[in-house]
């Protein structure tokens, strides 16, 4: 699930730079990568995901602000249905 989910954040955040977007927020229900996004997690991301994980972290650094928020899970129940 964590891989769909770092798939369908990176597809955001090039639709976002494609529309040339200044400031977006991200939001997730994974603790794993909303701490891997604000860099908060010193540990290299788990090998299925590293690879959409860090190239969503550089394409972050393009934007004026890019924040990432965690939500819970109830709240985020559309993003995780297009996830799955």
Known sequence: MAFSEA???LSAI???EYINE???IIESDSKVIVNLLKKQ???SPPVHIKEPIREAFRKCTFFSNCIVNKVSKVCNVVAHNLAS
């Open 41 to 43: 997690d010193r540990n």
């Open 7 to 9: 798939l369908v954040i």
């Open 14 to 16: 090039k639709l976002a």
């Open 22 to 24: 200044q400031d977006i």
